[in-house]
Nanobody
Framework: QVQLVELGGGLVQAGGSVRLSCAASGRALNSDAVAWFRRAPGKEREFVAASTWRGGGTYFGFIADSMKGRFSIRRQNAQNTVILQINSLKPEDTAVYYC?????????????????WGQGTQLTVSS
């Protein structure tokens, strides 16, 4: 069983940066696909980014098209953690951010395909 905990949300000013962490326990996530989703107030959950394993120490990162340029994702395997970095924050980035993992090295943008979820972390961007 895998437990995921998101950390790093809070209140941030527009234009700033934030680093969200997804810390896993229970087993290593080295070969799992790990993704970030978000749910903004009054909106449906949407895919943000994913990291997949491609063998050895190689991981690929995928960012939703609308978020390219400001969002990045990376692994810290030594800490069993996946980081979502968001720069040039905008008020529309306000949402609850969730990390999710699936026991596959392929990612999907459909949250239903993920086996494990964290409880989410609230990020509020003030203008």
């Amino acid at each position: 069983q895998v437990q995921l905990v998101e950390l790093g949300g809070g209140l941030v000013q527009a234009g700033g940066s934030v680093r969200l962490s997804c810390a896993a326990s229970g087993r290593a996530l080295n070969s799992d696909a790990v993704a970030w989703f978000r749910r903004a107030p009054g909106k449906e959950r949407e895919f943000v980014a994913a990291s997949t394993w491609r063998g050895g120490g190689t991981y690929f990162g995928f960012i939703a098209d609308s978020m390219k340029g400001r969002f990045s994702i990376r692994r810290q395997n030594a800490q069993n953690t996946v980081i979502l970095q968001i720069n040039s924050l905008k008020p529309e980035d306000t949402a609850v951010y969730y990390c999710a993992a699936r026991s596959s090295n392929d990612y999907t943008r459909n949250g239903r395909d993920y086996d494990y979820w964290g409880q989410g972390t609230q990020l509020t961007v003030s203008s």
